[in-house]
């Protein structure tokens, strides 16, 4: 079946501007997570959704920051006022989510976000 | 902050097998160790996880001494497209990655 995709692969931006990034996860799985992961780096945890609802948002790094998951499905990660430093791959990663087991997180191939 | 510690890089020959092992000092009773594979420009892949003991899928071996302070990965007779970022994961969620293990595989 269909693995998670992101949209755009690709995103160059200017300073300033606001960009906005789309994740489908795998069809079923209720748990969607949002990754940020620069060069030489491991992936940085930005935000959880179960179902529509925001488990965990600890990750975002501002206010600048958000994410929605309206109707428990598809995913996008809003950045507002972009700065050089959000320049990054953005991961998202869906995972099954059943209360008292462990489940995988299948993961994207990310969006690479240029910020000029 | 990541909970593991692993090598930063590794080499192998073709064919050879490899183990990476990482350190969880501080695995809490309910933990879980997952590994997760990178290849360049793709998302990370889940590879294994285990508890205790010793798990085996087709892909790899997970060694967990009783202590659960540490972990093998081991991979069987690597090939060079093997060649990827291997990270070690007290399993969380979310998942918090360290920097991972480069392992490169020489022919």
């Known amino acids: 079946g269909a693995g998670v995709s992101q949209t755009p692969s690709n995103k160059v931006t200017e300073k300033g501007k606001y960009v906005e990034l789309r994740c489908d996860p795998i069809s079923g799985h209720t748990a969607l997570y949002w990754y940020r992961q620069s060069l030489g780096q491991g992936p940085e945890f930005l935000i959880y959704f179960q179902g529509t609802g925001a488990a965990d948002d600890s990750g975002l790094p501002n206010d600048r920051f958000f994410a929605v998951r309206p109707e428990g499905s598809v995913s996008t990660l809003k950045i507002q006022r972009t700065e050089r430093g959000d320049s990054a791959v953005y991961l998202c990663?869906?995972?099954?989510?059943?209360?008292?087991?462990?489940?995988?997180?299948?993961f994207g191939p990310g969006t690479r976000l240029t910020v000029l | 902050l990541a909970k593991t510690t692993q090598p930063i890089s590794m080499d192998s020959y073709e064919g050879q097998e490899v183990n990476i092992t990482c350190s969880h000092n501080n695995i809490a009773t309910n933990d879980y160790i997952t590994w997760y594979q990178q290849f360049p420009s793709q998302g990370p892949r889940f590879i294994i996880q285990?508890?205790?003991t010793k798990v085996t899928n087709e892909v790899a071996s997970l060694f967990i001494p009783a202590d659960r302070k540490s972990s093998t990965l081991s991979l069987p007779r690597v090939s060079l497209s093997d060649t990827a970022v291997y990270y070690c994961l007290v399993d969380d969620t979310p998942l918090v990655f360290g920097k991972g293990t480069r392992l490169s595989v020489i022919a």
């Open positions: 285990g508890y205790k």
């Open positions: 990663a869906s995972s099954l989510s059943l209360a008292g087991v462990r489940h995988e997180q299948f």
